[in-house]
Structure formats: structure tokens, C-alpha cells
Nanobody, 125 residues
Framework: QVQLVESGGGLVQAGGSLRLSCAAS????????MGWFRQAPGKEREFVAAVSRSGGNTGYADSLKDRFTISRDNAKTSVYLQMNSLKPEDTAVYYC??????????????????WGQGTQVTVSS
């Protein structure tokens, strides 16, 4: 069974940090580019960050690249999102996703075939 399971979300005060994890199972993890997306209430899902199959290339939403860092560990079939200096506007459900078609990465949600169930991040002011 192909599965992506996110963890690490929660409630944090503004200025704090969280590290999200996404554990993959049932797929050849190193063959997938991986991405993180988020969706706030009443808003569309938006791109956060992505990493290539090897982990050698990463991409970020322009507004987040100074605070967020994506990484992956193919041996542990996991991808991570380190989030620092969190702001209330970062409050959202965060999803990880897998893309088999590209060795590089995409910032388009429609390019990702497999999605996790999401983890809630709430940043209080």
C-alpha cells in the first residue's frame, strides 16, 4: 500500500519553529521528487517547497525560502520541512506529495500523484 504520512504539526507561538516529517511506504522513494504544499482555511492549496529525487536540488516559494528548509533521507524514505520564525499566516494544513515523473521537482500540485493526509500547523500571535 502506497502511503505518505505526515507528522510534526501542532500549535506554536509566533517566532517558534517546527519540523515536519513525511514518511513514505509502499513506493520506491528515491524515484520520486517530493514536495510540501499547504492550504489555509478558505484558500487554495499553495506550493511551499520541493526537493529532487537525489536531494541535490531544492525549490521554495519565494516568500518562504528564508525561513523554511526542505530535506530528504532516501535511506529512511522520509522528507522533512524545517520551519523557523513562524508567523500566524503560516497557519495551514501541510501536505507532502510525491511526483514520479520528474527527476527534478515541480511547484505545481497537479504534477504530484501521491498525497498524504496532511498535518495541521497553527501559529498563535
Amino acid at each position: 500500500q502506497v502511503q505518505l504520512v505526515e507528522s510534526g504539526g501542532g500549535l506554536v507561538q509566533a517566532g517558534g519553529s517546527l519540523r515536519l516529517s513525511c514518511a513514505a511506504s509502499g513506493l520506491s522513494f528515491s524515484m520520486y521528487a517530493m514536495g510540501w504544499f499547504r492550504q489555509a482555511p478558505g484558500k487554495e492549496r499553495e506550493f511551499v517547497a520541493a526537493v529532487s529525487r537525489s536531494g541535490g536540488n531544492t525549490g521554495y516559494a519565494d516568500s518562504l525560502k528564508d525561513r523554511f528548509t526542505i530535506s530528504r533521507d532516501n535511506a529512511k524514505t522520509s522528507v522533512y520541512l524545517q520551519m523557523n520564525s513562524l508567523k500566524p499566516e503560516d497557519t495551514a494544513v501541510y501536505y507532502c506529495a510525491a511526483d514520479l515523473k520528474r527527476s527534478y521537482y515541480s511547484d505545481r500540485s497537479q504534477d504530484y500523484e501521491i498525497w498524504g493526509q496532511g498535518t495541521q500547523v497553527t501559529v498563535s500571535s
